[in-house]
T-cell receptor, first 114, second 109 residues
Framework: EAGVAQSPRYKIIEKRQSVAFWCNPISGHATLYWYQQILGQGPKLLIQFQNNGVVDDSQLPKDRFSAERLKGVDSTLKIQPAKLEDSAVYLC????????????FGPGTRLTVT | QKEVEQDPGPLSVPEGAIVSLNCTYSNSAFQYFMWYRQYSRKGPELLMYTYSSGNKEDGRFTAQVDKSSKYISLFIRDSQPSDSATYLCAISPYDKVIFGPGTSLSVIP
């Protein structure tokens, strides 16, 4: 069974530029999560989708971050404009509905903002 | 008070040692308790999850939950160099997951 796919793996941009990340979850997993992981910290939830609806986006900086999951499968996370403090690893995870305790993660996208 | 706390380490042990990794949490309503392993430059990998109090064993790994003390532990028996990674504890109040900051473990051959 294929795991969670993410691209790109690495991205370097200048502050005030925009960037987008893509995620393809495990087949059949209706719940998709985007996390931000800053070096030395645990993942912090940015947004959670169930199918194509948002379940929780309380920690998403909505003035600069946006995410969508239009057909209930793939998802994109966008940052515009980027700030230096956005440098982090962006992780995508997926799970079956009602099973957040069994999430499977992709490899992450390492973003560096200069 | 943070919802989930872990000693960040780093923890360094000799090969073959028994490793004990610990977390404390603040909200007694949490029901599910998870341990993830994260290798450098990789995504977290689920090791195991437990529901409510008690022990759960999977090979060399044992997870233990004490809800009365709000304390969870992961024991690794016969530790191997391949166990060198960051270990994240996580808790779930059903609809989401909250991660601890992780403990960095090095197993020295």
């Amino acid at each position: 069974e294929a795991g969670v796919a993410q691209s790109p793996r690495y991205k370097i941009i200048e502050k005030r530029q925009s960037v987008a990340f893509w995620c393809n979850p495990i087949s059949g997993h209706a719940t998709l999560y985007w996390y931000q992981q800053i070096l030395g910290q645990g993942p912090k939830l940015l947004i959670q989708f169930q199918n194509n609806g948002v379940v929780d986006d309380s920690q998403l900086p909505k003035d600069r971050f946006s995410a969508e999951r239009l057909k209930g499968v793939d998802s994109t996370l966008k940052i515009q404009p980027a700030k230096l403090e956005d440098s982090a690893v962006y992780l995508c995870a997926s799970s079956l509905v009602g099973a957040p305790y069994e999430q499977y993660f992709g490899p992450g996208t390492r973003l560096t903002v200069t | 008070q943070k919802e989930v706390e872990q000693d960040p380490g780093p923890l360094s042990v000799p090969e073959g040692a028994i490793v004990s990794l610990n977390c404390t949490y603040s909200n007694s309503a949490f029901q599910y308790f998870m341990w993830y392993r994260q290798y450098s430059r990789k995504g977290p990998e689920l090791l195991m999850y437990t529901y409510s109090s008690g022990n759960k064993e999977d090979g060399r790994f044992t997870a233990q939950v004490d809800k009365s003390s709000k304390y969870i532990s992961l024991f690794i028996r016969d530790s191997q160099p391949s166990d060198s990674a960051t270990y994240l504890c996580a808790i779930s109040p059903y609809d989401k997951v909250i991660f601890g900051p992780g403990t960095s473990l090095s197993v020295i051959p």
